[in-house]
């Protein structure tokens, strides 16, 4: 593989813009159960490029084209909602939006037909069945390789925050897993899906890259499935860490904050390498308690050693970004994530919603709540 070819890529001048992908299921209108419909919407679609396969063929991703502003990716994806919803009504289905659906069964999937797809069901075999997951990726342009790296470095850090605020998968499989984000365990069963260790350079990144290929480990550099890691197709780093929201609301507040992490951090690495460093096993841990547990769990800032309830941490994440948001212009998504704080995220409104009326009206829930308007 070329290296050079892939500098080339991170050197162009985009000034932070967003890309955002949504993954959704798709789900038969009256039951809410998921069928498998993807051919069908491929079929139709107006814009292929905007449009994709996932794994299975009960799922449909999203793209938005290369966006300047955060207001101008949500307008994407509303658009892209809006023409699935629409088609939808001619060939029967919905979408339906949280981090795992939640009655579906491993057993009962069918595999897109595809050699990439064919490759990764090959390699994971029961497992790729049981990836019955819908997540949110955000790709914010970089500049520079070697900045891309440093910022991939030092933004670890934030990675639990990100999940804790969006959580929305507390059910798999028919049960109730324990978890605000059971979508996080799912997809943690697949390789290269870690939270990536501490990257020397953009060299040894590709070193990295050309040693999984020449090894058969992957077929090609996106297969290595990080919760953050450099693209070297697209010259962004992609935040891969957020269950998929029903809210577009929700999802404008993590474009902006992932966005403002980029653009804060792309000058403190610059003078100060200290960002970079980190306990990973610390991290590791706050990134379970992300999973797993409320806002009041007690974890430790893998950083700088601090013991805060998550909360705290979360809002320490906000200290950090502040001046790029209010720079950026999105400080308004600062109301969304007291929202959240105050009154649950998305996963605790299943949690609610399954308590009072049962998982067969929760599967309705999850079609009808769906957010199509900026």
């Given at each position: 593989m070329?290296i ?7 050197k162009?001048k985009?000034n932070?813009?967003?890309g955002?992908e949504?993954e959704?299921?798709?789900?038969d209108p009256?039951?809410g159960l998921?069928?498998?419909?993807a051919?069908?919407?491929?079929g ?16 449909i991703e999203t793209?938005?084209s290369i966006?300047?502003t955060?207001e101008?990716?949500i307008k994407?994806?509303s658009t892209?909602r ?10 029967g289905?919905?979408?339906?939006i949280s981090?795992?659906?939640p009655t579906a069964r ?7 037909d595809?050699s990439?797809y ?5 390699q994971l075999?029961?497992?790729?069945k049981?990836?019955i997951?819908?997540?949110t990726?955000v790709?914010i342009s ?7 790296i440093?910022i991939t470095n030092?933004t670890?850090r934030?990675?639990p925050?990100l999940l804790?605020i969006s959580a929305?998968?507390?059910f ?11 979508r996080?365990?799912q997809?943690?069963s697949?390789p ?5 260790v501490?990257?020397k ?6 070193n990295l ?5 020449e090894?058969n480990s992957?077929?090609e550099?996106?297969q290595?499935?990080w919760k953050i890691?450099?693209h070297?197709?697209?010259g962004t780093l ?8 029903r ?8 474009v902006a ?8 951090y ?18 590791n841990d ?12 007690i974890l430790?800032?893998?950083?700088d050693?601090t ?9 320490k994440m906000?200290?950090t970004?502040?001046l790029?948001?209010?720079?950026l212009g999105?400080e308004?998504?600062?109301?969304t994530?007291?929202?959240?704080i ?8 299943q ?5 009072k009326y ?5 599967l309705l ?7 199509y308007?900026v």
């Amino acid at each position: 593989m070329s290296i050079e070819k892939y500098k080339k890529l991170f050197k162009q001048k985009r000034n932070y813009s967003i890309g955002v992908e949504e993954e959704f299921m798709i789900c038969d209108p009256k039951s809410g159960l998921l069928i498998d419909k993807a051919n069908d919407i491929m079929g139709r679609v107006k814009d292929k490029d905007r449009y994709s396969y996932e794994l299975l063929l009960s799922e449909i991703e999203t793209n938005t084209s290369i966006c300047d502003t955060v207001e101008s990716s949500i307008k994407h994806l509303s658009t892209h909602r809006k023409e699935l919803r629409t088609i939808g009504k001619e060939i029967g289905y919905k979408i339906g939006i949280s981090g795992t659906h939640p009655t579906a069964r491993a057993v009962d999937q069918n595999f897109v037909d595809s050699s990439s797809y064919n490759w990764v069901a090959d390699q994971l075999q029961y497992y790729a069945k049981r990836n019955i997951t819908f997540s949110t990726h955000v790709h914010i342009s970089v500049d520079d390789p070697e900045r891309a790296i440093k910022i991939t470095n030092a933004t670890r850090r934030w990675i639990p925050a990100l999940l804790a605020i969006s959580a929305n998968s507390p059910f798999f499989e028919g049960e109730k897993t324990g978890f605000k984000s059971s979508r996080s365990m799912q997809f943690g069963s697949f390789p290269r899906t870690n939270i990536p260790v501490k990257i020397k350079s953009f060299d040894s990144y590709c070193n990295l890259v050309s040693t999984l290929l020449e090894t058969n480990s992957i077929q090609e550099p996106r297969q290595i499935w990080w919760k953050i890691r450099p693209h070297l197709d697209y010259g962004t780093l992609e935040f891969r860490i957020c269950d998929v929201q029903r809210s577009l609301k929700r999802t404008k507040m993590l474009v902006a904050l992932i966005q403002a992490l980029v653009h804060s951090y792309d000058t403190m690495v610059i003078y100060n390498n200290s960002h970079e460093d980190m306990n990973y096993e610390i991290l590791n841990d706050a990134f379970w308690k992300a999973m797993r547990f409320d806002f009041d769990s007690i974890l430790t800032d893998c950083f700088d050693g601090t013991r805060l309830k998550l909360s705290d941490y979360i809002y320490k994440m906000i200290d950090t970004v502040h001046l790029s948001l209010s720079e950026l212009g999105n400080e308004d998504v600062l109301d969304t994530l007291d929202d959240i704080i105050k009154n649950g995220t998305e996963a605790d409104h299943q949690i609610d919603y399954e308590n009072k009326y049962g998982k067969n009206k929760l599967l309705l829930y999850l079609m009808n709540d769906v957010e199509y308007n900026v």
